[in-house]
């Protein structure tokens, strides 16, 4: 027997808001399956409560909770996404699922091969009525290869469904192959107002040169709760360095992220512009440089004018050697500063941060160029070729009287994917630095150590090492006894390393 309390839209698994109720529509959808009894293996045939109660769960599933409340997951394939796979299953599916709004609030455009057509598009924006969206636009993570000439004009005629609801976008995410195909937000954001909207990410993977150029005196995009924002590089310049800096006007913005730009011509990024741009946003905490070619027009090193504050910096794939020019523009101490793939050997700058994460440096890079006076806690090397035992014997030497290490300050040490370097010698790094530490403070556990400052040089108290070399069951042991926190694992690691100290700021990868 049907359970009519289910079928009521006043239940109570439902918000009591209007708009999130099943429509009245079920009714009928009900008691048409009704008129024919269906053969009982026939997958339409399921009673109306009980695929509500499916989808309902199917729904919760896909959801997480964060700092700021329950939002959609991010990395669920599209092959399986909800609501977007139980509707293809049959039309009675589809039917049911489009009376209940909340589940069509994340719309999911693909621009692939399998691409989503305008009037799809048209029928999601609509089955989520006036409810507040988080808009993605798409390729399948294995349609990133190859070549897709067509993918600027389905990116246009999604773009085109997305701006008439952008008044109802919390998120808004852009995931394609060529930095032509991302929208212009100068052109076509213009005069827009998104008030609810705290996440904006255009990325693409390759940089084919973008759109040509187009003059706009007078533009104007009112994002006022922009919390997230990550361009490629042309959109930024755009809006936030060729004309009045867009960046001045998100107060709430916390984190921004510049990418992809190649080098086609003599003319690269001008690196004392985007910094400048930069500087004047009033609230930007966390900073990313990703694949970007800078130009010399001007000499760097003898701007001096600009300081920024910041709590976290990552610095990727950058051309050149701006890296020093960066760090030395950064007054405050971030938290944590990322480096991955940059030329580090000519950095002339001391990293500040608490804890500092270098990935992929080549083994022709010298580690101590910017880690010599450094003197934060916390060093991760993430497949490494410099680093080896040279390293180790810097961090070993204090000089003719053991008064001026490098890293002086660091007690935790994290290596992934790192074996040219000898177990024993760390082992002898460790032993040496904790026998001085101990001298002038002494302790028993470790953990007592956490928030103390060494005069000379601190203890290493944690050491991690994933994929390194073979370790003798003799130093494991030592490392076990001696050590507050050891973990040692030979095998290597085919996965992204995550700092601990990341924070859920939409820094997510998106389905790729």
């Known amino acids: 027997m049907t359970n009519q309390a289910l079928l009521d839209s006043s239940n109570s698994i439902y918000s009591s808001d209007e708009d999130c109720r099943p429509d009245e529509s079920l009714f009928a959808i009900y008691y048409s399956t009704q008129v024919t009894p269906a053969p009982r293996n026939f997958i339409g045939a399921l009673p109306i409560e009980l695929l509500l109660a499916i989808f309902m769960h199917l729904y919760r599933s896909s959801r997480r909770l964060t700092q700021t409340g329950e939002t959609w997951r991010l990395n669920d394939p599209l092959s399986s996404l909800f609501p977007y796979a139980p509707a293809a299953v049959c039309s009675m599916w589809c039917s049911v699922l489009s009376c209940v709004p909340e589940f069509w609030t994340r719309v999911v455009i693909r621009v692939d091969s399998q691409y989503t057509q305008s009037q799809d598009i048209r029928r999601y924006f609509e089955w989520s009525r006036n409810l507040h969206l988080d808009v993605i636009i798409t390729r399948n993570r294995d349609e990133f290869e190859g070549v897709d000439m067509k993918e600027k004009s389905k990116v246009f005629k999604a773009t085109r469904e997305l701006v008439r609801h952008i008044e109802r976008c919390r998120s808004i995410r852009f995931n394609v192959m060529y930095s032509s195909s991302l929208p212009s937000i100068l052109h076509d954001f213009h005069q827009e107002t998104a008030p609810y909207l705290h996440t904006l990410k255009l990325k693409c993977k390759v940089d084919d040169g973008g759109s040509p150029p187009r ?47 190649h080098q086609f011509s003599a003319k690269g990024i001008d690196l004392y512009k985007l910094l400048k741009a930069v500087e004047e946003s009033p609230s930007l905490g966390y900073l990313e440089l990703k694949d970007l070619h800078f130009s010399r027009l001007r000499p760097w090193t003898t701007v001096n004018d600009i300081s920024i504050d910041l709590i976290s910096m990552s610095l990727e794939d950058l051309s050149g050697e701006v890296l020093s020019e960066i760090i030395g523009y950064v007054d405050s101490a971030p938290h944590t500063t990322r480096i991955s793939r940059c030329s580090i050997t000519t950095c002339h700058h001391s990293l500040i941060s608490s804890s500092v994460a270098l990935r992929g440096i080549s083994a022709n890079q010298d580690l101590m160029a910017p880690l010599a006076h450094w003197r934060g806690r916390t060093l991760s090397l993430i497949d490494c070729a410099c680093f080896h035992d040279d390293f180790l014997r810097d961090m070993m030497d204090g000089g003719p009287h053991d008064q001026s290490f490098a890293c002086k300050g660091v007690k935790e040490l994290h290596l992934v994917n790192c074996t040219k370097f000898s177990p024993r010698l760390l082992k002898a790094m460790v032993r040496k630095r904790r026998k001085l530490a101990r001298r002038s403070i002494f302790w028993i556990n470790d953990q007592e150590t956490l928030d103390w400052t060494f005069p000379i040089v601190a203890p290493i ?13 003799k130093d494991r042991e030592w490392f076990e006894t001696n050590l507050g926190s050891f973990h040692w694992d030979e095998q290597v690691l085919d996965r992204s390393f995550e700092d601990s100290g990341d924070s859920d700021h939409d820094r997510i990868e998106l389905i790729h």
């Open 215 to 261: 003059k706009l005196v007078h533009w104007s995009f009112d994002a006022p709760g922009l919390r997230h924002l990550y361009l490629d590089a042309r959109n930024f310049f755009d809006v936030c360095v060729d004309r009045n800096n867009w960046l001045k006007r998100l107060h709430k913005l916390k984190s921004l992220s510049v990418s992809r730009h």
């Open 461 to 473: 108290t944690l050491i991690s090492v994933e994929g390194g070399p073979a370790l003798f069951k």
